[in-house]
């Protein structure tokens, strides 16, 4: 074979090795709970009840049978000028974890759960009001979903619980290149950080602490090696298109002289 042979060959030879090497995956890398059975049946040991948090955001309202006798514990701002319906005042947990009430005080509030709330504050109430009914809503429950997902970003949550898979569902869904089996969660307790990972190739992961999300967390899914390679090669690019200049001008050459 002559040498203008050889290297016609070698060079889409090598072109293609590069790309094979490149592109291929392991279905162990991108499929979810791969070690669930069909018709499997699988008991959640979760017992999932949100706490709140300092700086969380409260809208509470207390009624009862006589609106006049609950008027005084809810708070409202502006007037019903001009038509306007005023509007409830929210309640911000401040750093003792206390929430200033209205005729009550100061009601220490973080670390309860809303159930926990409602009861606490019925009794409290019990001197003044007679059955009365309190509605709490958490208004900043957000969820944060970073890194290899398709749509990144901080997402409302209108409910009060919310899973992982719920949370990259509205980021839709991991890139190609998502790290499955190394899946970050990120929480805040009242400032101190704590990190727990998630293996979604594994059925286990419906069991794990951090399977439903609380307020504020944060869910980053790291790059698997296909991202990091392909990383690394976008880096490079320059030297790979003076390689091809090269290839392509030698082969030139050598046809010409041939």
């Known amino acids: 074979m ?17 790309l094979f090497l ?21 008991k959640s040991n979760n017992s999932h009840t949100n706490k709140f948090k300092i700086d969380d955001v409260l809208s509470i309202h207390i009624s009862t049978l006589d609106p006049e006798a609950s008027l005084p514990f809810n708070l409202f701002k502006g007037s019903e000028e001009g ?5 409830q005042v929210d309640y911000i947990i401040d750093k003792n974890g206390e929430i200033e009430f209205p005729v009550l005080g100061a009601v220490k509030i973080a ?3 809303p159930e926990e709330t409602k009861e606490m504050l019925k009794q409290k109430l019990s001197d003044y009001l007679v059955n ?7 208004k900043n429950f957000t969820v944060t979903v970073l890194g290899e997902v398709n749509r990144p970003g901080t997402y409302s949550v209108l409910g009060e619980q919310i899973t992982v898979l719920e949370a990259i569902g509205l980021a839709n869904d991991l890139t190609i290149k998502g790290k499955r089996e190394n899946v970050m969660v990120i929480r805040d307790f009242n400032g101190t950080k704590v990190y727990n990972r998630l293996d979604l190739t594994k059925k286990e992961t419906l ?8 307020q504020n967390d944060v869910v ?15 880096n490079r690019a320059s030297i790979w298109v003076s390689i091809a200049s090269v290839l392509i001008t030698s082969t030139v050459l050598i046809i010409t002289r041939n």
């Not at 490149?22 to 669930?36: L, P």
């Not at 009365?132 to 958490?138: D, E, F, V």
């Not at 790059?223 to 976008?234: E, F, I, M, R, Y």
């Open 220 to 234: 980053y899914v790291e790059p698997n090696k296909s991202a990091v390679t392909s990383s690394a090669l976008d």
């Open 2 to 18: 002559t040498l203008k042979r050889r290297f016609l060959a070698f060079v889409p030879l090598t072109v293609i090795t590069i």
């Open 83 to 87: 038509g306007i319906a005023p509007e």
């Open 132 to 138: 009365p009914i309190i509605n709490i809503r958490l």
């Open 111 to 113: 670390g309860l759960s």
């Open 207 to 214: 069991n794990s602490p951090v399977y439903y999300l609380t």
């Open 22 to 42: 490149t592109s291929c995956a392991s279905k162990k890398e991108i499929v979810y709970f791969q070690n669930a059975s069909d018709y499997e049946t699988i």
